[in-house]
């Protein structure tokens, strides 16, 4: 059974504002968190609640609710922006 994918605004205008490739790579990966949230290369977020997932060197940052089945987006960006 998969999750259900939710994507914050803030999220959704960070991924739109990504360079084209990245964008779709982005949309990609948070596409193939609806049938595996814990993908391989997932870490768990330190001081603060979440997970992470890499593509080059941009970050998604979801959390994950297992008794409902959601995965929320809430942030998309570059490595060195992305944990401000």
Not at 4 to 25: G, S, T
């Amino acid at each position: 059974m998969s999750y259900k994918l939710l994507i914050l605004p803030r999220a959704q205008k960070q991924i739109a504002d990504l360079p084209e490739q990245q964008a779709n790579a982005a949309e990609v990966a948070i596409r193939s968190l609806a049938a595996n949230p814990r993908p391989t290369g997932c870490k768990k977020l330190a001081g603060r609640e979440g997970w992470r997932i890499r593509f080059g060197s941009y970050r998604i940052l979801y959390k994950i609710d297992d008794l409902g089945r959601t995965v929320t987006v809430t942030d998309a960006g570059h490595r060195r922006e992305i944990y401000r």
